[in-house]
């Protein structure tokens, strides 16, 4: 009788569930199993020391699953002959095949190649474009300020990324934090979000790149214009960003060493052409440029409009938390690699914006060419020449990032069972080729034939809900709702999103009316204000991260992990922060994303929901296993 109950366990998990959330001890169950089939090595080192210091037990193969999973039956039961693997229904078993040859990606990212991708992946047209745009047409010598102003805002949810990608060192970036804290449903449609971020964000890169090879040649080396037809024929195709975004791709499917060498590479020499650009400004620094310091015609509104327009150059530090799965002592590496990027990106914006303006009087700065133009003016021709072609050699290194990152989220997503499975096969060495080959031609194509005049604000839209998911997410897993109202917490948060939302609409369209003013006032000091205030005197602190029960209490034990000041304070005005910046995009844009969103639900319900290793298998059958196998392990937290 006990042995039918046991074989009709997976079945009760066959219910749709959209809010299923994912357990932790799963994810750390999978970080902790970080060894190749090929070189039976441990990423954290030869000598198999527990990676980042958590304690788990070991991922088990195929030959101790039936132990494994149903080790808290009497001892007479493990004498039975027949195995319950073998009763359970068919689409079970090949979720179960699936997960026994499924290998993980070994740790093998340092520090030093965490930084390179955060630094390589948000560095881009911040300092080659966004810098001139805003001295020129916003904040004039006060330039620096708008980065200062944006750099700060960055850092409230680059916190939440820090705490997050630490206690949960696992690819897919805001999906695994989402499926954890909010559940499935929630999960999918932040991951397409994520898709715009690397994606079609890495697609508008190489055109930009594309455009921006057309224009040096043309200006620079005097290229005819019969030979640029070759690059530029019209019709909205742009020849160049193919090839930029084929050779990406190919690089990343050569293998991950090669991908990580080039990554390395190329950020670095970005970042040496960052600061001979900024050295050469100070070189050339006239004080008189800084006169006024506030233009007249902009005012101190006119800062905070640059403010906004700088924040998107902060886009893409995140990108570290995607290859969580593949970092060496991911509890202590992944928050330091995104405070030091923010900080290394932060000072490279700030030091850039002061030498630009201090070149050049703000008026006459170029602001598609800030660098390039006034080096010009100033008559040193090899340093315009010099920086122009940097940009053009060194921008592509955001699409590589693009390309190595994108496969890693498809990866996630097919180990949950919400994208088929070929998007999780890896290589020997840890490479989703396959992932990576989709990804890549999806970007080509988006590259070549679309233009992204009318989409800047529909992807940063979705970035910025990205975020947003990630700051609640931390609240979650921080704080818990009382036993007298299990869903307080949850309620209080859909409400503070809503209303906060609603008042940034107003405060960007509708406050130069009286009425204007007092709704955004009322809604924004005072009803944001006392949700925020009542989540954290009514929703204590949890126990344990994430888990109001206590059982992955002994995962984390008493390790030390980064931990995000002022919860719920600091997450949520970082929220607040972000419906800010999304309410002032364009509304085709904020329209564009709701129907995205329409059609990433679709797909989920239509293949995720069906094959969910959460629906078929169940979370919770697998913890009580994984829980009464610890149990019997002891202290230790090792297979014997």
């Known amino acids: 009788m006990e042995q039918h109950q046991t074989s009709q366990a997976p ?14 001890w799963v994810i750390l169950d999978e970080c902790q199993n970080q060894t190749t089939p090929s070189s039976g090595m441990h990423p954290g080192g030869d000598d198999g020391d527990d990676v980042d210091g958590i304690e788990l037990p070991q991922r088990v193969d195929a030959d101790h699953e039936e132990k494994f999973s149903f080790e808290y039956q009497d001892d007479d039961d493990h004498h039975h002959d027949h195995s319950p693997l073998a009763e359970q229904p068919p689409r079970v078993q090949q979720q179960n095949q699936h997960h026994a040859h499924h290998s993980l990606p070994p740790r093998h ?5 965490l930084v390179s991708i955060g630094v390589g992946g948000t560095i881009g047209s911040g300092i080659f474009v966004l810098n001139g745009m805003i001295a020129h047409s916003y904040a004039g010598p006060a330039t620096f300020l708008s980065w200062t102003i944006s750099g700060i805002v960055a850092l409230l949810s680059g916190c939440c990324y820090a705490e997050l990608s630490g206690r949960i060192p696992s690819a897919g970036s805001s999906y695994a934090y989402a499926f954890v804290a909010l559940g499935e449903l929630p999960a999918f449609v932040t991951a397409g979000m994520l898709t715009l971020e690397f994606l079609l964000s890495g697609s508008a890169v190489a055109r930009s790149w594309g455009d921006k090879v057309v224009e040096w040649l043309r200006v620079e080396l005097n290229v005819s214009e019969e030979a640029l037809r070759l690059l530029d024929p019209g019709y909205g195709i742009n020849p160049a960003a193919c090839l930029v975004s084929i050779a990406t791709t190919a690089l990343v499917m050569a293998g991950v060493k090669e991908s990580k060498m080039m990554t390395d590479f190329f950020t670095w020499i970005k970042v040496l052409l960052v600061a001979f650009m900024t050295i050469g400004g100070f070189l050339l620094f006239d004080a008189q440029n800084f006169k006024p310091f506030i233009p007249p015609e902009f005012g101190p509104s006119g800062v905070l409009r640059g403010a906004i327009s700088s924040f998107f150059g902060y886009l893409g530090f995140d990108a570290v938390c995607c290859v969580a799965g593949e970092a060496i002592n991911a509890e202590r590496n992944l928050p330091l690699s995104i405070m030091i990027t923010l900080v290394t990106v932060t000072t490279l914006y700030v030091a850039a914006a002061i030498a630009l303006v201090g070149m050049q009087n703000y008026s006459d700065i170029s602001p598609e060419s800030g660098f390039p133009e006034a080096f010009k003016a100033n008559g040193i021709e090899w340093a315009s020449q010099l920086t122009a072609f940097g940009e053009v050699f060194t921008l592509p290194v955001v699409v590589l990032i693009s390309v190595v990152i994108q496969p890693r989220l498809q990866y996630a997503l097919a180990n949950d069972g919400l994208l088929p499975p070929f998007f999780g096969e890896i290589d020997s060495t840890g490479n989703p080729r ?6 890549g031609v999806l970007m080509t194509i988006f590259a070549t034939f679309v233009p992204f005049s009318y989409l800047d604000d529909f992807v940063s839209a979705g970035i910025l809900i990205a975020f947003t998911v990630t700051n609640c997410s931390l609240v979650i897993m921080r704080r818990e709702s009382p036993e007298s109202n299990p869903f307080l917490l949850q309620k209080l948060l859909a409400w503070f999103n809503l209303f906060s939302f ?6 960007s369209h509708g406050a130069q009316t009286l009425i204007g003013r007092v709704f955004a006032v009322l809604m924004g000091c005072l009803v944001c204000t ?20 206590g059982k992955t209490a002994q995962i984390y034990g008493n390790k030390k992990y980064f931990s995000t000041p002022l919860v719920p304070y600091l997450p949520c005005l970082g929220v607040f922060a972000n419906y800010f910046l999304i309410s002032q995009l364009s509304f085709l844009g904020i329209g564009l994303l709701f129907m995205y969103t329409l059609v990433a639900i679709l797909i989920y319900f239509m293949y995720g929901a069906h094959n969910s290793v959460g629906r078929i298998e169940g979370w919770e059958q697998q913890q009580y296993s994984m829980v009464e196998e610890q149990d019997k392990r002891g202290r230790d937290g090792v297979l014997t």
């Open 530 to 549: 006392v949700i925020t205030t009542k989540i954290s005197r009514q929703c204590p602190p949890t126990q344990s991260f994430g888990n109001t029960t």
């Open 11 to 24: 079945q009760q998990q066959r219910r749709l569930n959209p809010f299923l959330r994912k357990p932790l």
């Open 109 to 113: 990212l340092t520090l030093f190649d």
């Open 502 to 507: 609603l008042t940034c609409l107003t405060v």
């Open 434 to 439: 396959k992932g990576a080959l989709f990804a």
